[in-house]
C-alpha cells in the first residue's frame, strides 16, 4: 500500500469517527403534534397558488432566505408568529430575541406546533423543524439560546406571518 492511500484511508477514518459525536452534539428533541391538529396536505400546484416563489422556496423545498432580509427581524409589538403556509401560530413574541445572526430567533415555541427532523444538507447534523400542520419548512434548533430554554429557534422570516395582538 503506497503512503498516499495509507494517509487518505487513514483520514476517512478520521472523519468517520467524528460523525457520532457530530450527531451527539445537536438538539435531540421529541417533538410530538397537538391531538387538535390536523395535518394539511395540498398538491404542489395549490401551494404554489397559496405561496408566493420564494415562499415556495422555503417552505415546500427547505429553502433559506440571505440573512438580515426579513422584516420580521425588526418586529418589537406583541402578537403571534404564524406559519405562512397554514396560519398555525408557532411563536409568541415574549420568546422573540436578537440572537444576532441576521433571522428572526425564539428561545421556545408552542408546544404541539413543530416537529423536527435530522438534517444532512451541509453533512454536519442539524435538527430541522417544520409546521405541525402544513410540514412546511420553518429553519433550525441549535443548542446556543438564552435561558430559560439554551435553545435558538433560528426562523426563516418568509416562513412566518406575525399577527399582532
Keep these: 500500500m503506497r503512503r498516499r492511500h495509507f494517509l487518505g484511508l487513514l ?7 467524528m460523525l457520532p459525536g457530530l450527531a451527539g452534539a445537536r438538539p435531540k428533541l421529541e417533538l410530538e403534534r397537538a391531538p387538535d391538529i390536523q395535518p394539511l396536505t395540498l398538491s404542489e400546484a395549490q401551494w404554489r397558488q397559496r405561496l408566493t416563489p420564494e415562499q415556495f422556496h422555503i417552505l415546500r423545498e427547505a429553502g433559506t432566505e440571505p440573512a438580515g432580509s426579513s422584516p420580521l427581524n425588526a418586529e418589537k409589538r406583541q402578537g403571534e408568529y404564524r406559519c405562512a403556509g397554514c396560519d398555525l401560530p408557532l411563536f409568541i413574541s415574549e420568546t422573540k430575541y436578537d440572537s444576532g445572526t441576521g433571522w428572526p430567533s425564539f428561545f421556545d415555541h408552542i408546544e404541539g406546533h413543530l416537529l423536527s427532523e435530522l438534517d444532512f444538507v451541509l453533512l454536519i447534523p442539524r435538527t430541522e423543524y417544520h409546521c405541525a400542520r402544513c410540514g412546511g ?4 434548533v441549535f443548542e446556543d439560546g438564552p435561558e430559560p430554554t439554551g435553545l435558538r429557534w433560528c426562523n426563516n422570516g418568509l416562513a412566518l406571518r406575525f399577527v399582532p395582538a
Excluded: S
Excluded at 137 to 140: A, E, F, N, P
Design 11 to 17: 483520514g476517512v477514518g478520521g472523519l468517520a469517527g
Design 137 to 140: 419548512h420553518q429553519g433550525h
